[in-house]
């Protein structure tokens, strides 16, 4: 039980740089739903489709492995995709129960109007930063690196008094 003159969260909690990163890429993924709806396209959609151009022949799960989402989202992104004719399942050259997924020609053009509008956002945010952009993109690199290395050595242990 929480009395009244606890506090729930720590202080600062709210100026925690992964706040910060979290608060950034909100604002960034509502502008990109904003600018591709009148495309007819989810920031998610242009996400799958450019995985799959960038590595084509992914199968559903490992999308959603690279993606961190479940295979179920996944699915119903890929035959969204399917139906519009922009995704198309091919069998797997040796393994047959293996669907690999490749963007169509009208995934490919769809990619590229969604590209366009993901660039100028780019531009937009780049141009605010000026010169400290190439810092940032060093910065948020070493940020990941730094989450995979604490990844990797296992979960974060916590002190039981705290």
Known sequence: MIRNDEEPVGL????????????AELAVQ???????????????HYTLL?????????TGAELARRLNVTP?????????LEGRGQLERREHSRHRHIQELHLTDAGREALRAAD?????????????????TAQLRALLDR???AVREVSADGPIERDSRT
């Open 116 to 132: 366009a509008v993901i660039a100028d956002i780019e531009r937009q945010v780049t141009d605010g930063l000026g010169s400290e």
């Open 12 to 23: 600062g909690a709210l100026d925690r740089v992964t706040w910060a990163l979290r608060r």
């Open 50 to 58: 450019i995985s799959v151009h960038d590595e084509p022949g992914l």
């Open 72 to 80: 179920q989202a996944i699915a119903s992104l890929v035959a969204r």
């Open 30 to 44: 509502s502008l990109k739903e904003q600018r591709l709806r009148p495309l007819g396209m989810l920031a998610a």
């Open 143 to 145: 940020v990941a690196e």
